[in-house]
């Protein structure tokens, strides 16, 4: 449930009265076209939906739907960007952006749970997530959302990230749409 200091602030983003009454987040409002306003929304709903806010209501769902769409440009991508966890990995050897990685993988008797698999694939998400995912700057780079200025996001520098197998690339307009479709649902990334 929302504080009623938080219901106040999003009142006086509200352009149409139902966006603070719920939780869908794909009205009128995520399409402002005062790039300040939407820039602090922004910044406001992420700290909501990924339990960074100072209210008494948290919850993952934010954090998870972002991972899911990572998982999604990950299997995407071509070459696809391989998701390899911490556990499984032996040794590794440095190699160039986007070449294979050269790791040794270890082995194990038992091999550990899908579920425990899982978790680990998520502390790798998250990693990604902390060093490299950015939501559009609107005030900064200009325009209303990312896909009006695709052209401006590709020109931007990228960020490299290393996988825990080796593998590593710098991540450009990726870093992007990742977490764009929490404010444009177009945007979203979905299974092809």
Known sequence: MLTMRQVREWQSFCTCGRCWRNTSFSHCCTRRNDTKERSYMHLYL?????????????????????SDQIRLLFSQSQPPVPLTPHYL???KRPVDAGAAAQATMRSFATPPHASFRRLQEERVLTEFKES??????????GGSNLSANIDTAKNLPGRA???PD????????????????????TAAVTVS
């Open 46 to 66: 992420l700290r909501f939906l990924t339990n960074n806010n100072p209210g008494t209501f948290k919850s993952g769902l934010g954090g998870n739907w972002i």
């Open 132 to 141: 490299c995912v950015q939501i559009w700057n609107a005030a900064a780079y």
């Open 161 to 163: 990230f290393e996988m």
């Open 166 to 185: 080796g593998w590593s690339n710098v991540f450009g307009i990726e870093r992007y749409r990742a977490a764009e479709g929490l404010f444009d649902e």
């Open 89 to 91: 990995i032996a040794s």
